[in-house]
C-alpha cells in the first residue's frame, strides 16, 4: 500500500516549536516533488511549503515568515518541516503531499497525501 505518513504533531504554547516527519512508504517518493498543506476547522486546505527533489527549488506561503523550515532527506524518502514561533493561528491539520509534477501551491497539483497530523497552539 502507497502511503504518506506523517508524525510529530502536538499541543504546544504560542511561541513553541514541533518538527513535522513524513516518511513514505511502499513505493519510492524520492524524485517527487514534496509539499505541505495545512487545513484549520471550517477552512479550505491551504499550501504551507513545498520542495522539490533537487532540493533547489522552495516555496513558502507568504504568511509563514521564515518561522518554518522545510527540508527532505531522500536516502530515507522523508520530508520535514521544522515550525518555529508558533502561533495560535497556526493551528490546523498537517497534510503532506507529494507530486511527480513541478512544486505547486495548488493541492489539486499533487497525486498522493498522508493522513494528517493534528498541531493545536495554545495562547
Known amino acids: 500500500q502507497v502511503q504518506l505518513v506523517e508524525s510529530g504533531g502536538g499541543f504546544v504554547q504560542a511561541g513553541g516549536s514541533l518538527r513535522l516527519t513524513c516518511a513514505a512508504s511502499g513505493r519510492t517518493f524520492s524524485y517527487y516533488a514534496k509539499g505541505w498543506f495545512r487545513q484549520a476547522p471550517w477552512k479550505e486546505r491551504e499550501f504551507v511549503a513545498a520542495?522539490?527533489?533537487?532540493?533547489?527549488?522552495?516555496d513558502y506561503e507568504d504568511s509563514i515568515e521564515g518561522r518554518f523550515t522545510i527540508s527532505r532527506d531522500n536516502a530515507k524518502d522523508t520530508v520535514y518541516l521544522q515550525m518555529n514561533s508558533l502561533k495560535p493561528e497556526d493551528t490546523a491539520v498537517y497534510f503532506c503531499?507529494?507530486?511527480?509534477?513541478?512544486?505547486?501551491?495548488?493541492?489539486?497539483?499533487?497525486?498522493?497525501w498522508g493522513q494528517g497530523t493534528q498541531v493545536t497552539v495554545s495562547s
Open positions: 520542495v522539490d527533489w533537487t532540493v533547489s527549488i522552495i
Open positions: 503531499a507529494a507530486t511527480e509534477g513541478a512544486v505547486s501551491r495548488t493541492p489539486l497539483n499533487y497525486n498522493y
